[in-house]
């Protein structure tokens, strides 16, 4: 059975996603930076793994060979990315390329790398990217990552025409979630409350509620989807509830 490569395997959407995948009786492929993590994670759910750090160029085809064998992978889900809040006076070019890099360069690299052992996969293949809420909404602070984000929504909407239809395309575009890389949104309650409050289901995300609509669409369920931003926000990006 071809598996499904999951890069930003541990912690967060990516673990949840791994753990929905599992469930749902898919083979899986973790990369991840931290050995003793990915390992853990690995020997919990019966997965093959990769101990990569993404700097290292050399780190997708690896991750990739490791994944597929000179075979074929079911899906791609990258869940790597950053959040890089501060207004545009204060950001540093440094800042922009960082985020560019980590959040588009690197989705655009493991897919380049992965690409010929999706395409290899009977009945076809899925990837799973990240985009945002701020990229369609615009919010205060969010120059640097809401246009890294943005360039993903691009890469998926070309690398969906590119790849069809041996291949589906798809971004998931969350609102904030509860994971180890939002702790210092979510660490002070009152910041954590007044954000929640802003959605009209109001509540913050949790690393479950994107994981059910990865798995979806990462799966056989969703054959007939491909090119799509799909919100999990509670509405943010579309419900004014409050005048």
């Known amino acids: ?16 996603s791994a753990r929905e995948l599992h469930a749902q ?7 991840g930076r931290k050995s003793e993590a990915v390992q853990s994670l690995a020997g919990e759910l019966g997965a093959s793994y990769t101990v990569a750090d993404l700097e290292d160029e050399s780190a997708f085809a690896r991750a990739t060979e490791e994944a597929a064998a000179g075979g074929a992978l079911a899906g791609l889900v990258f869940a790597v990315g950053t959040i890089n809040l501060k207004p545009i006076a204060r950001l540093t070019r440094a800042d922009f390329e960082r985020d560019f890099l980590v959040n588009a360069v690197w989705a655009a690299q493991a ?3 992965a690409q010929a052992a999706l395409v290899k996969n009977e009945g076809g293949a899925s990837v799973v990217l990240f985009s ?33 239809p041996k ?77």
């Open 1 to 16: 059975m071809a598996k499904i490569l999951i890069y930003g395997a541990t912690g967060g959407i990516g673990e949840a």
């Open 25 to 31: 009786g898919q083979e899986l492929h973790l990369v």
């Open 111 to 113: 897919l380049q790398a």
């Open 132 to 164: 945002s809420v701020a990229v369609s909404q615009g919010f205060t602070g969010h120059a640097s990552i809401g246009m890294a984000k943005g360039a993903i929504e691009g890469l998926m909407r070309s690398l969906a025409a590119e790849l069809a």
């Open 167 to 243: 291949v589906r395309v798809n971004c998931v575009a969350p609102s904030l979630t509860r994971t180890p890389l939002a702790e210092k949104l979510v660490a002070n309650p009152q910041m954590a409350d007044a954000i929640a409050a802003m959605h009209a289901l109001p509540r913050l995300g949790e690393p479950e509620d994107i994981a059910q609509v990865v798995a979806l669409l990462a799966g056989p369920r969703s054959t007939w989807i491909t090119g799509q931003v799909i919100a999990v926000d509670g509405g943010r990006s579309t419900l004014r509830t409050k005048g």
